[in-house]
């Protein structure tokens, strides 16, 4: 089935863009949830005002969220964690635990859909990268180090800005966040 999408879809394409997906992703998730629409000729000659829309958009949202990605890109987490004699966690370190980690010294609520990373399960220093939007991708570091030893000392930096209240990052998803037309 080929769709035309009508908002931006995360490892699928941007606004705009005429996509060939399974059919039970388009009529079950895509369609009804406003993301596209079927590629009929009709529709296609929508596309590009489609297009420019998104893109109008997207550059807003990337204004606004590239200060939120700045103060991101400074932080360092780390987590003492119980391991084996090879380095090896016997749990792990979920992305809840990162996203609680970063609201903690940052102040920014991010949801742990937003981070790209698999439990971390050894020893070390880990990148994850946060998706606040398709363009806007920080890394932060994670530094996993063995309960019982010293914390690994961190690089002294300027403190972030300790927000005095806790800014809410509603990164909402592009797909999300067209504005209803009238």
Not at 76 to 100: H, N, P
Not at 116 to 133: A, C, K, S, W, Y
Not at 165 to 174: A, I, L, M, N, Q
Request: proline share 5%; no cysteine; hydrophobic share 40%.
């Amino acid at each position: 089935m080929k769709v035309l999408l009508v908002k931006d879809v995360y490892k699928l394409g941007r606004a705009g863009d005429v996509k060939k997906v399974a059919d039970g992703y388009g009529r079950n998730f895509l369609i009804p949830q406003g993301m596209a629409v079927l590629a009929t000729a009709g529709a296609m000659k929508t596309a590009e005002r489609i297009r420019l829309k998104a893109t109008e958009r997207r550059t807003v949202l990337n204004d606004e969220m590239s200060v939120v990605a700045e103060a991101l890109k400074k932080i360092q987490i780390s987590f003492g964690a119980r391991a084996g004699e090879t380095g090896k966690l016997y749990g792990s370190i979920t992305s809840q635990e990162v996203v609680d980690a970063i609201e903690k010294k940052s102040g920014y609520v991010v949801k742990r859909q937003q981070l790209d990373m698999q439990p971390l399960r050894t020893l070390g220093e880990h990148t994850v990268r946060i998706r606040l939007t398709m363009d806007l991708i920080p890394e932060i570091k994670v530094t996993v180090y063995r309960e019982g030893e010293a914390e690994p000392s961190l690089p002294i930096e300027e403190p972030a800005e300790k927000p005095e209240e806790k800014k809410p990052v509603e990164t909402v998803p592009e797909e999300a966040s067209a504005p209803a037309e009238a």
